[in-house]
Each structure stands twice: as C-alpha cells, then as structure tokens.
C-alpha cells in the first residue's frame, strides 16, 4: 500500500477540522433546526463553524509560512476510501489505494483562506439578507445548506487526490442545485436549480474521462505521486495504452482536454456556461458565495492543481485560452444589454472566468489563480452590494426602477464604487494588476513569435475589458445616480412595470411568508409594503441595510483595493508575492529560465493603453448614463441598431438553440424509444405470447377437427356403413321371405337362362 | 455443523418456519400477521449479523460450510455455506426483510395470513439462492422463489396484476429452462470424462470442468454460454429482456417491488458473477462483445425512456435498468475495480431503488396515484418525506458522501482499464440519470402545491422507522465502504483470475509509488539538465506543437541504447 503522503509533507492530526467543522456545522443545524426556538442559535452556529475553520486555515497558513519554501505541504489522511485491489495500468499493477486526505499546500491554502475567509462574511451577510425566512422555518434550512457547500468545497480544495476533488466537485455541484432551487415552491427556481445540476454533469463526464486516463497514465490518483512520477513519465519515448501508441505529449494532451470539459461546466465556460446566469434565481449570498467567488473558480483551481498535465499539453492549454477568450469577450456583451442587476453580475462573472481561463491558457498560471482571488473580493463586494440594493429597493431587481441610491446607501455606495474601479481595471486597485498580468502573458506569447492566434485572444480580451469597464458604470450609473425611480417619480419614463418583482424576485411572497414580514425589525417597512407590491406610489424610499450586510460588503471592497499588491509585477518594482508562493507546486519544464521575455517597455506601452482604454470605456458609460439622467443617447443606439440590441440582450438565443437543436430532440427521441419499447420490445414479448396462445388455438382446432375428427370419421363411416345392413334385418317374416323368392328367383335366373 | 453454519442455516430457515407457525393463526388477527412477520424477520436479520464478524477476510474459500449427502445416486447434496461476495448479498436480503415487512402495514387491506406467510417463503428462497453450494439446490431454490412472488404481485397487485405475474412467471421461468439445460450438459459432461455425478458448485467451477467445457466445439460452448446468459439476463433484466419489469413493479404492492429491485434482480448479477464468468469464461469472451452492446444499450436506454414515463413507479423501474446495465459493465470488465464497483452496485441499488419505490408507495398511500402530473410542491407539506426522498434521489444518481458515488465511480474507472470507449459511452448515461431523478423530483416535490395535495399527511413514525436503516447504510458506504470492499476483496481476486489468469501476474508499481509520494512536489522542480531528453523540451510558457517532435526526435536514441 502506498502512503499518500511521503517525506515531502509533514503530517497533522487536526487538519480536518477545518473542512468537517462545517460539516458538523450541516448536520447539527440540519438535524435540530427545525425545533430551535431561535434562529440565533441556527447563527451561531453555521457561523462558528465557518468561523473556526477560517481561524484554523490562517494558523495552518502560519505553518506554512514558516516551512522552508520547497517543502510547503502539511497532510492527514483520515481513512482508506478505496481499496479496490488492483488495476492494470501503464507499466503493470497498482495496488494504490484511494484515501479520504487533505493536503494543505500553497496553493489549498490561497483556496482555503479564501473559501473560509469569504464564506464566513457571506454568511454573515447572510443573516442580515435572510431576514425574512427567520420566522417561517426554512432559515436553518439555508444556513444547513450553506455549510454542506463550505464543505464540499474544501474537500474540493483541501482533497489530497484527484478522487477527494471530484468528491468536492460533485457536492458542490449539488449544494449548488440546492440553493439555487432554494425557493422551491417557484417553478423557475427548480428549473435554474437542475438546469445548472445538468450542465455540471455534462462537464463531470469530461471530467471523469479525464481523471480514468489520469489513473491509466500514473495508476494513482495521489497528487504528490502524480507529481513525483511526471517528469519521468513525460521523459518516456512513447506510451501505449489500450493498444494505442502515441507521444507523452498526446495522453497529456487528451486528458487536459477531457477534464478542461469540467471546467468548462463548474467553471461556466462556453458552451457550457448557460446555466450559471439562471443560477441567479437563488438567494444573492448564494450567488456570491458560490457564483462569484468560490464554486465557479474550482476548474480553475483543478488546473493549476494540474499544471504539471497541462504544461505539458501544448493542445489543451490552446484550447483552455481561446475558450477562456471566447467567453471572456461574449460575455461581456451579454453584459451590456442587461436591466436585471444580478444578470449583469452574473455574465460579468462569466466573463470574468474567462479572463481567468485565459491566463492558464496562456500558461501564467499564477496570474490566472491571482485573479480568481482579486475577481473573488471584488465580485463578491458587487454580489452583496447588489443583494443590498435588492433588499433596500423592496426586492426589486431591475435597474430601471432603481437610481439615485448613493444617497441614501452611503456604504453600499462606496463599496460597490471601488469594487467597480477594481473590476474595470483603473490603477492601482487590484483587478488592474491581475488582468493585466493576464493579457500581458498573453500578448507576450504573441510577441515571442508564436502565432497571431494569441494576438488574436488577446484582442478579445481587450474588447472583453473595454465592455467590462462600460457595463459597470452603466450598472452603477443605473442604480447609484440619479433620482430613485422606485417611489414614483420618474421623469424620462425609464421604469417598466415591476413584472420581475414577482417573476423573479429573490424572496417568496406565498402566503405563508406575510407573517415573516410582521414582526418589527429589519425590514418593519417591507411589511406593510407588502400589500401593495405592485407599487406605483409607495411612499417610503430605501435606506442603508443594517451593519451585517453592509461591513461585510465593505470588507470585500477593501480587499478588492489592496489585494493586488500581493502580486506586483517585478516591473512596478512588485515582488510577486503571489507567483513566489505558489510557485513551488508549478511543473518547471527546465531549469533556465529561459524564454526571451519581451522588453519592459513592450509591457509599459501595453499597461498605458489599457489604463487608457479601461477609462475611456468608463467615460462612455458615463456619458451615456450619467451626465445624460435620460439615457437617450442608449436608447439612440438600439434604435439606430434594433437588432444587434436584440441579439445581445437575448443572450445570442443561445438557450433557445440548446433548447431546439439537444434538449427538445433528446426528448423526442426519449418518446421514440418508449414507444419502440412498448411496441416492438414488449410487442415481441406479448407477441410471443400471443404466437403460444394462437399455437394453442390452432392445435385445439386441429385436435377437436382433424386428429378427432379422423377418429370420429372412421366411427361414421362405421356407422353409415352398418346403416344398410341394418334394414336388411327388419324383423318381418314377410320381408324375409320376400327375399328369399328373390334369392330363389336370381338364382333360377342365374341357373337356367344363362 | 459449526456453529456459524448453524446460524446461517437458521438464519435462513426462519423465515419459512416462522410462516408455517403462522398458519395456525386465525385470518382475522391482522396485527398478529404484521406485528410476527416483523418480528421473524428482525430475528433473520440479527441471526445473520455475526456472520458478518465472523467471516474470515484474508480467505477466498467458502465459509460456514455444511454438506450433507441428499441424492447420492444422482451426487445431489444439501451443501451450503457463503464466500464473500453471496455473503454481502444474503446479508442485503436479511435486511431487506423487515423493511419489507414494515411497509406493507398499510397497504394490504386483505387476505393478510396469506400475504405475510408468502412474504415469510419468499424470504426464505431468496435466502437461500445465497448460501447454496450445490447446483441442483440452487435450482430449487431460484425456482420457488417465482412461486411466492407470483401470488403477491397476482393477488395484492395493481389492476393488471394477472398480467403481470404471469409475464413475470412465464419470462423468467423460460430463461431458467434453458439454465436446466446448460446444468445438465456440464453435468453430463463431467459424467463422461469423470465416471462421477456430481452437482456441486466447485466442480463445475474447478479447473478441469473449465478446461473440459473449453474444449468442446464452439458452437457447444456458445449454446452454453447462451443458455446461462439468458437466465440470467432476463432476471436482471438486461435489454431487450426487460420488458417484465416495469409491469411487475407498476402491478406488485410496495413491498413486492421493494423484493424485487432490492434482491431479486441481483439474483441475476449474482448468476453472471458466480456461474457464467467462472464456468464458461472462454465462451463468454467469445460472445463478450455482444453482452458488452446489451449492458451498454441498457444503460442508455434505461434512462432515456425513464425520462419520459408518467408513472414514478414506472421511471424508477426503468431506472433500474440503467443502473444494472452499468452493474453487468463492471462485471464485464473482469477486473478487480470493475467486479467490485459492479458488488457495490448491487448493494446501492438494493437500498436506494427500494428506498424509492418506498417513497413512490408513500405518496401512493396517502393518494391512490403514482402519475407524476398529479403532485408537485410536496415539499412544502411533506418536508420529511422531500428530504427523505431527496437523499435516495442523490443515492441513486450517484452523489458522493452517499454509497451510489462509490459504486458508479468504480464500476466506471474499472470499465475503462478494460474498454475505455464504452465507459465513455456509459459514463453519458450517469448525465442522464441526472436529469430524469430530478426531474421527477422536480416535478413532485418542487413548484406550486395543488389543493388536494395540501392535506397530504408527513411520514409517520413507523415509516421514518424503516428508510432510518436505508439512509443509514447509504451515507455509512459513502463514507466509509471499506468495510464492504475488504469483505469482498479476494473472492473478487479469485474471480479475477479464474476469467484472466495473468491478471496478478504483472509487475507491481507499488514501490514505485511509494518513491515517487517521497518525491512529491519536489517533482515539480527542473532538474539540472541532467538527460538530453530535457534540454529538447521548451520552456512551460513557450510549449507549443514543435515540442512534441523535439521530444521524440531526443528520445529515438533513447530508446536505442
């Protein structure tokens, strides 16, 4: 049996506290919070155990820190998982066993501190925007659930092997169908729920396939054995497997790619990306938590966890950077045209991931996983915010009813204000240096003469910034300027009638819920308000949320500012924290560094125009939006471009494409074959049937008209036969003796005239 | 007789002789059938517990052995006893048992003394298709079985129950026919080249019936193969002999398709594990390709007709035949990982599809309908029940911390050491699953609730009573199967190497491992050019198309020298 962990990791006994304290965390308040009296205790604890977990990942990170650089690894394992005796892979007979283990190393330490650090402020959050389910006893329900994610997602991170992260994979997959059909009882919400469980799966089949090559190529799934046997097996001339032979650089290549299909699911890539905006549909903490900061950044996470796979899969890394373009660019115009805040967040998000994918494509796989964490502090600010501006505005979610809200959210103002900044890309917060970063990476591979194809996805990427940096401002003009629509006053005609209030508001408004909305407190006005949602002329306006919701939004803002010191670039003077740490577990093909880097003036050229370029898109946005409260120059452009405005505010029907062209024939086909099975299956089975029963018949009529009938024939014959013997004996003395003369006379006749 | 064989024996034999005390009680007692049946079947199933302990791990013999002389004549025997892989199922019917039992208190509204007393002989018979050394016992055993569960879907069923039983009856008694057959020809066969009769289970598994049968024409050892493989397919069911299935379960009473999923249909995975493989292992490679079509078709399939049925019960028992088309894949791929994803499937679908048609029969209960149109939004009245519901959902699809993952992910990985395109091709089928477990799901237990549907009553105590152990069992193999895989590990080996005796024979990569979890991240380090290998390799971000030759062109005199 093979130890998972080695001499390269030191071993810990409570390390896996800091993913099963949540998970006690699940079952405790899964198991008992339907009969707590209150839900403060259902806090306490939800937030306690996250809480805990967080403080125990920044003490393990502590020891880390102190470890000496190469050998940054602390591990435990728990229990024999599999021990499935056997398999013949590459190279003869491994009797690897699978463990259930953590392994705490630079890189799941960044994750950890993330998914704990920003699950614990949304949780928080959360108590202050759940509010309403406190009374009508789903509240333990969601925080139950919102720790089964923390969970499952720290197992995904936390996992020692490729088996642990699947583990996570799917948990966090279903979590995720959990909360987003939390509110059950609306149809769409079940749809968007299983919708996204869906396309996860089709990503888990890639990834599957992936992970049984894996195992066929190192007969393990162990990470540190994976790592200690890559170089060698990339050293091998070639390798056959299943009767195929080919380059190591061909088996890396296919299973990058398999698993890239993953990532395309959990990580919301085209073409797999549909369902993560109808995710929306869940509680906003849901879609901060796991939409924005943590779920979706696990294909990315699988990746860099891989990169010694990938580095070596030329393919794969193309095919992972000119998805991550695509997305990134298509995205972001999906972006543009929308009026729901959160599915403008939402496809920011996508698009954002696609930045991500785009600098593992490009092989800067620091900088990729830098910006899942800036992308994280910023996003998740904008998430809150927005759930903040949702829950002031009355559960309304269309930014054309919103405006004017700087005034009165002070907090949520400037949080969301230097979130923006951060996301658009303006110096010196940090979404600048992490995108940057990343389209550097990628230009420079352009300008190392190694195809236009990578100035090509840099281009996209460009693009994909510029409208970044537009349909932010748009988002913050909409809501933040300008008066507040929502009570009335609308003097340029910009509100629509509030349809998306009850379609696709966050909270239900069923008849069980009124009572939630009685008690005095939080939301003591939306109570009232209750009656008359469809609200033309309502009288209170919104107002700050209360501290919970709004210190926790702050918090990110902050990190959203000065996160990107934390990987300065070596040509701002920046040390690369970030790059220096994970840098150990990155698969270095050689050790000179070599690779001609392109000139520092090159990058301060590049870096310049995208400052210049992210501004100006800003001042568009500004232009169209704010200095202009009517927006007609916006309506301007769709009605010079009706169409165009169409397409991208439909969302390229691409929905409505899967719907026609897979989901709509995979029905039909479904129907096809039951009726093939009803008819043809099971007919040839009552056939059969049938056949015995009409055998059956056929022989009984043979047997009562044939075989009897033969019998009873010959008894007729009989019988028909003896009838004329039978008149011959009539009894009479008359007819006898008539006979006799007629005897007598034939014979005379016979005797004498013959 | 030790005593561990004497408990398996009484283990087994109680539940008939439990029903044959029954027979002196009055018709009327309704609760004296219910409350004994209960009872008799606990007592089987803590009988069988210790075996569980007592069984020896580290030996792929059979334990708990009997033998006593029967027939001599013919060289029938009563010879008993349990390896691993019947001791898992025998104990995953002892448990069924009081589950079964329990959840027919509500449903049978007549003729009790003969219901629960079929019940008692069905359990019986299944029991003993498990422990059963001897072929002819077998036979017995496998046959009686259908009696018992003829009459309960023929007498409780649903209104097309006649049909039903008799569909059931007849199928897979046709099946068994041609089994007879098969039986006889190696009995005869041996006969010849032995001058012995004998029907035991080892020699018709030892080496020189093996060898006798492989040296037979062709033509004999296909007509054999297919003789067994259609006995048991049928009983599986695998497509296109399932068509039974979904009659039998929509018409059978709760308990009877809980019987049903839970063992009945593993008897036929059971028959491929224990006779097909090892008695006739060339004529089944030889016909391999055509079994691996079916298992594939059927898992396909299975889930793409479940997604459109109406009727829950129907969609589940479509279900099943996705999920033990997957089952028969593993077994397919004749190595350890398969084999025993494939026993571990056995065992998920014996808790999660009886814990399903338990829920279907639940709402059944309460409303007389099983058509999914007719609910939705049970959530909100029924919230035990939903969260029950919702983890035998996520069981049976194969979600991990619950035992279907486990099964689904081995069966899978050992399917792809051996035939890596079907396991791709069986892997969509998992997405399937997906989709049509929650849309079911969705549509009873999600969106807006109807007015009838209001006054639906949660689970009470004696249902919460009988899914605890199924959830119990679930989340245990989820988490922790060792167990399970370590009492199954060397008949499973065995196995193995009586269909590819050179399996074990490769090299072992475990030292290898073991240096390599020492190098560990260190590997990620570039090493100081020490090859040639190295210096042709491009730099990480600059790898792109030409690396690949350069790779190759390096490692031509590599492999030279």
Known sequence: MVEAAGAASTGSGILWLIPFLPFFGFLINGLTGRRLKSTKVVDAIALGSVGISFLLTVYFFFQLLAMPEGSRSIHQNLWTWFDLGGARVLGGLSTATIKWAYKFDALSAAMAILVTGAGFLIHLFSTGYMAEERNDGRYYRFMAYMNLFVFSMLNLVLGANILMMFLGWEGVGVCSYLLIGFYFDREYAAVAGKKAFVFNRVGDFGFMIGFFLLIMLFGNVDYDTMMGMVRNLSAAPAITLFGHTATPTFWFNLSASCLFVGAMGKSAQIPLYVWLPDAMAGPTPVSALIHAATMVTSGLYMITRLNFIYVQAPFALSLVLLVGSLTALFAATMGLAQYDIKKVLAYSTVSQLGFMFMGLGAGAFSAGMFHVFTHAAFKACLFLGSGSVIVACHHEQDMRNMGGLRKVMPWTFASMGLATLAIAGVPPFSGFFSKDEILWKVFEHGWNGQGTFYYVCWGMGMLAAFCTAFYMVRLMAMTFFGEYRGAGSDPYGLTVPSEVHHASDDHALDDGHADAHTNPGLHAHAADDLTDHGHAGHNHGPAEVPWNMWVPVFIFAVLAVVLGFLNLPPSLGGLEHFSKWVEPLLYQVSAVHAGHHAAESIEYILMGFAIVWALSAMGLAWWMYISDPSWSKAKAFVARFPQVYEWVNAKYYVDEFYEAMIIGPAKQFSAQLWSLDNWVIDGTVNGAARFTVTMAKASDWFDAKVVDGLVNAVAWGLQQGSLGFRALQSGKVQNYAFVMILGFLAFAFWKFLA | ?561
């Open chain 2, 1 to 561: 007789m030790s005593g561990t064989a004497q408990l398996m024996l009484l283990a087994t034999f109680l539940p008939i002789l439990g029903g044959l005390g029954l027979l002196f009680v009055p018709n009327e007692k309704r609760e004296v059938f219910q409350k004994a049946t209960v009872a008799i079947m606990v007592a089987s199933f803590l009988l069988s517990v210790p075996l569980w302990f007592q069984y020896n791990r580290g030996s792929d013999a059979v334990q708990f052995a009997y033998v006593c002389d029967w027939m001599p004549s013919l060289g029938v025997k009563f010879s008993v006893g349990m390896d691993g892989i019947s001791l898992l199922l025998w104990l995953l019917t002892t448990f069924t048992g009081p589950i079964a039992a329990l959840c027919s208190w509500g449903n049978i509204e007549e003729r009790w003394k003969e219901y629960y007393i079929w019940l008692l002989v069905l359990q019986t018979s299944m029991l003993g298709v498990f422990i059963t050394q001897d072929m002819f016992l077998f036979y017995i055993f496998w046959e009686v079985m259908l009696v018992p569960m003829y009459f309960l879907i023929a007498i409780w069923g649903g209104p097309q129950k006649l049909y039903a039983a008799i569909k059931l009856f007849l199928y897979t008694l046709s099946g068994s026919v041609l089994m007879l057959v098969a039986i006889f020809a190696i009995y005869f066969l041996q006969h010849k080249a032995t001058g012995q009769y004998d029907f035991s289970i080892a020699s018709f598994q030892s080496a020189q019936t093996v060898q006798l049968i492989a040296s037979q024409t062709k033509t004999f050892q296909i007509l054999l193969t297919l003789a067994f493989f259609l006995a048991f397919a049928i009983k599986v069911p695998m497509f296109p002999f399932h068509t039974w299935l979904p009659d039998a379960h929509v018409q059978a009473p709760t308990a009877g398709s809980v019987i049903l999923a839970g063992i009945l249909l593993k008897m036929g995975t059971y028959g491929f594990v224990r006779f097909l493989l090892p008695i006739v292992p060339e004529g089944t490679k030889e016909l391999m390709p055509w079994f691996l079509a079916l298992a594939l078709i059927g898992v396909v399939y299975g889930a793409l007709v479940a997604m459109i049925q109406k009727d829950m019960k129907k969609l589940v028992a479509y279900s099943s035949v996705s999920h033990l088309g997957l089952c028969m894949l593993g077994i397919f791929a004749m190595n350890p990982w398969g084999m025993k994803g494939a026993m571990f499937q056995m065992l998920n679908h014996g808790v999660s599809t009886p814990g399903l048609f338990l829920a279907v029969g639940i709402v059944y209960e309460r409303r007389h309908t099983r058509m999914i149109a007719d609910y939705g939004g049970l959530s909100k009245t029924m919230p035990i029940y939903a969260t029950i519901f919702m983890l035998m959902t996520m069981s049976s699809i194969g979600l991990p911390l619950l035992n279907g993952f486990i099964g689904e992910a081995t069966i899978l990985m050992g399917t792809f050491q051996t035939w890596p395109w079907v396991a791709v091709a069986a892997t969509s089928g998992i997405i399937l699953g997906a989709a049509y477990m929650l849309w079911m799901f969705q549509r009873v237990m999600f969106g807006p609730i109807s007015e009838v549907n209001t006054k639906m009553a949660d689970l009470n105590f004696r249902e919460i009573a009988y899914f605890t152990p199924l959830i119990i069992v679930a989340v245990w193999i989820g988490l922790y199967p060792k167990p399970f895989m370590d009492i199954m590990d060397k008949p499973v080996a065995k196995l193995v190497m009586q269909v590819q005796p050179d399996f074990y024979k490769a090299e072992s990569l475990a030292a290898k491992q073991a240096e390599a979890a020492k190098v560990g991240m260190h590997g990620m380090e570039a090493q100081e050019a020490p090859e040639t290998k190295e210096h042709g390799t491009a730099p990480a971000e600059h790898a792109s198309e030409p690396k690949a030759e350069v790779s190759e062109a390096h490692a031509a005199p590599g492999g030279g020298h």
